[in-house]
Each structure stands twice: as structure tokens, then as C-alpha cells.
């Protein structure tokens, strides 16, 4: 089912993993099933570290990612290829013990959560937006045996989908109840749960830009590269690279899409050392005796002593 590059590449990321898995496997006679169990037998047959066990899980076809002895809450029902093989190849290599490449404090954040929280979330291969918000829910389910995840394909569990009246991907349900339409980021996850995700920003910034699309996030990289404190603020770290789905016009890469172009941006202006402040906008801007103050739509205030506008089309 895996063609022969896919598996020698997705061979190399298995190297990387630290602990054996055990795949919890529940399949049927049907046709989505045997699919399942050949694909899952393919990514098994790439590494010694991952075993395949049958057994019964609540939707059927349908697998759960653990170590070899201890549990995890990453299930996936449907087979995970499309724009979703990144999130599989994530969750192998985060539930195998890599520690997932998020904020110190956002760890914190989510190690903190108490009571139990399963998350359902309903995705179709072909959205774009989904394998992050796919990504978001399963980090936090190897962070915190607390909650757990099950990413569902709604082609596949149509009825299921319709009985929940889904009408868009991705969509969300926490212990049933439904959470979230569209594309969610883990900050704004953790706000809905009532956790506080502000970064510390009492004292002034040098450069502060508005807008963390492509123009704001080359502004933040070149002030942070000159040594001068910048942050970033943006109610979407991408701006409007995130409503595109391929781009072919970037010199450095044949071919990219919004959503991976968004990552890259916000990882170089983190690598830079950007302060990045996103899921908010600037309300307002006064200007006292040396200083701008921005007051953002979170209530929180900012100071810098330089603004930089890159709001796009906004
Ligand atoms: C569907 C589509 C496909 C495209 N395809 C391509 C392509 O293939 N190749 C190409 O070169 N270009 C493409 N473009 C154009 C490209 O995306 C834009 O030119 C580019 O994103 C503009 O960058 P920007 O940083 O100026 O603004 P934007 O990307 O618009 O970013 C604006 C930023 O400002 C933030 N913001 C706005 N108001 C506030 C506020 N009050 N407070 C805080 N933050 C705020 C937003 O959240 C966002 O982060 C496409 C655009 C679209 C819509």
C-alpha cells in the first residue's frame, strides 16, 4: 500500500525512535479494514521497534498507538494517509519518547490539565487544515496521560459524522460535546480549557510588529538578527499563507503548501528569537512621551518603542 519511497523514507524517521510501540489494531471482514491492516502491516515491516496486536477499540476500523508497556491516547480511525501521514509519522515518533516541539511553558500548560479529556476530532485526508490541529490534539495527549485523542475520518465514519451534524473539517468534540469548527492552534486549545497562554511582556520591546504573515514575519527575523528586542503580534502567525493551498512561486522550494510555509515562519522567528504574541489582535495604539502602548482584543498591554504595520489586506 506504501510505495517504495514513502516506506524508505518513513524507514528513516522509525530510526529515530526511542522506545518500542505496540499498535493496538481493530479490524473487521470489511474492505476499509483490510486496507487498514495492510497499511499498518507496511509501517511494521519497516522497524523491529513496532509490533502490531489485534484488539477491540471503540470504532472499528480503527488503531491506537502505545509504548510496548504503557499506554498513550492517540487512536486513528481511518488510515491516516493524505495530508494526515505527517500527523501518523509525528505521533509514532512522540509517543515512541521524542518530546514534541512546543514552548516550555506550553508543556507546562498542558501537564497541568487535571480530569480526564477525550477529544474527538473529525478530519477529511484532503483538508488542509486539519493535520495541525490533528498534530495539536495528539502532542497533548502524550504530554498528559489525562487526555487522549482520536482523530476520525469522516469519509469513513460518514453516519457517525452526520448523527454529530459535521459540516466542516476539522471538527472538534471534547467528551462529546462539541469544541471547535475549523483550524485551531494549541494556544488557543489551551485558552478554551480556561489555561492562561500569555507570554510576559512588561517590558518594552524595541520593534513590536502587527501582523505575523510573510511581510511581518521577514520584519521580526531581520530587527531579532540585529540584536534589537522584537515581538510579534498576530491573531494568525501566516496571515493569508494559511488560506493557500499550493505555492509554487518560492525560489528555494519547488513546491509548498500554506500550512507548512506558516510553521516555517513561526519556527524561524522563534530560532531568531522572536517573542511571539498570536490568537489576538491590536486594538488600539496610543503613544505616550517615548513610548507606543498597544492594547490587544485579550485585554493584555504591550509597549515598544518602534511599530511595525504588516496587517496584509486586513
Ligand atoms: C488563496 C490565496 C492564495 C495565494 N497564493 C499565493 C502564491 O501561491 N504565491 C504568492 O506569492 N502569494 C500568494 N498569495 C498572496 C500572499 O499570501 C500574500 O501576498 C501574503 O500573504 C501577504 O503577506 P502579508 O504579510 O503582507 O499579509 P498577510 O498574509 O495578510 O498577513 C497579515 C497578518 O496580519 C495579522 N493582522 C491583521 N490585523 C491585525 C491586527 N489588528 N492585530 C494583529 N494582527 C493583525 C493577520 O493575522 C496576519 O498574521 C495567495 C493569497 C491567497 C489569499
Known amino acids: 500500500m506504501l510505495d517504495s519511497t514513502i516506506k524508505s523514507q518513513l524507514a528513516e524517521y522509525l530510526k529515530l525512535l526511542d522506545n518500542?510501540?505496540?499498535?493496538?489494531?481493530?479490524?473487521?471482514?470489511?474492505e476499509k479494514s483490510k486496507e487498514m491492516q495492510e497499511f499498518l502491516n507496511d509501517v511494521a515491516s519497516l522497524t523491529p521497534k513496532i509490533t502490531l496486536k489485534a484488539g477491540v477499540l471503540s470504532r472499528t476500523p480503527s488503531f491506537k498507538i502505545n509504548q510496548k508497556n504503557k499506554e498513550f491516547g492517540v487512536e486513528f480511525a481511518g488510515i491516516p494517509t493524505g495530508h494526515?501521514?505527517?500527523s501518523l509519522v509525528l505521533a509514532l515518533l512522540q509517543v515512541g519518547g521524542r518530546t514534541p516541539k512546543l514552548e516550555p511553558e506550553i508543556i507546562k500548560q498542558i501537564q497541568s490539565i487535571e480530569g480526564k479529556l477525550h477529544f474527538t476530532s473529525y478530519i477529511s485526508l484532503t483538508c488542509q487544515n486539519c493535520p495541525d490541529v490533528v498534530q495539536a490534539l495528539n502532542m497533548m495527549s502524550v504530554l498528559n496521560p489525562n487526555i487522549s485523542h482520536t482523530m476520525v475520518d469522516g469519509a469513513v465514519f460518514t453516519e457517525e459524522a452526520e448523527e454529530k451534524d459535521v459540516f466542516a473539517v476539522p471538527t472538534v468534540f471534547l467528551n462529546d460535546e462539541f469544541f471547535s469548527s475549523g483550524r485551531i492552534s494549541i494556544e488557543e486549545i489551551l485558552e478554551k480549557l480556561g489555561k492562561d497562554t500569555t507570554v510576559d511582556v512588561t517590558e518594552p520591546f524595541d520593534v513590536l510588529?502587527?501582523?505575523?504573515g510573510?511581510?511581518?514575519?521577514?520584519?521580526?527575523?531581520?530587527?531579532?538578527?540585529?540584536?534589537?528586542k522584537t515581538g510579534v503580534v498576530a491573531e494568525r502567525i501566516g496571515g493569508q499563507v494559511l488560506d493557500t493551498q499550493g505555492i509554487e512561486n518560492l525560489i528555494s522550494v519547488g513546491k509548498t503548501d500554506g500550512s507548512s510555509l506558516a510553521n516555517t515562519l513561526e519556527n524561524n522567528m522563534k530560532y531568531n528569537g522572536v517573542t511571539i504574541i498570536k490568537g489576538t489582535k491590536v486594538d488600539k495604539v496610543t503613544k505616550t512621551d517615548d513610548l507606543f502602548e498597544l492594547t490587544l482584543t485579550n485585554n493584555t498591554?504591550?509597549?515598544?518603542k518602534t511599530i511595525i504595520v504588516a496587517t496584509g489586506a486586513d
Open 214 to 228: 510573510p511581510a511581518g514575519a521577514s520584519a521580526a527575523i531581520y530587527s531579532a538578527r540585529k540584536g534589537v
Open 20 to 30: 518500542d510501540l505496540e499498535i493496538i489494531v481493530s479490524v473487521g471482514d470489511d
Open 301 to 304: 498591554i504591550v509597549k515598544t
Open 84 to 86: 494526515e501521514f505527517n
Open 209 to 212: 510588529i502587527i501582523g505575523g
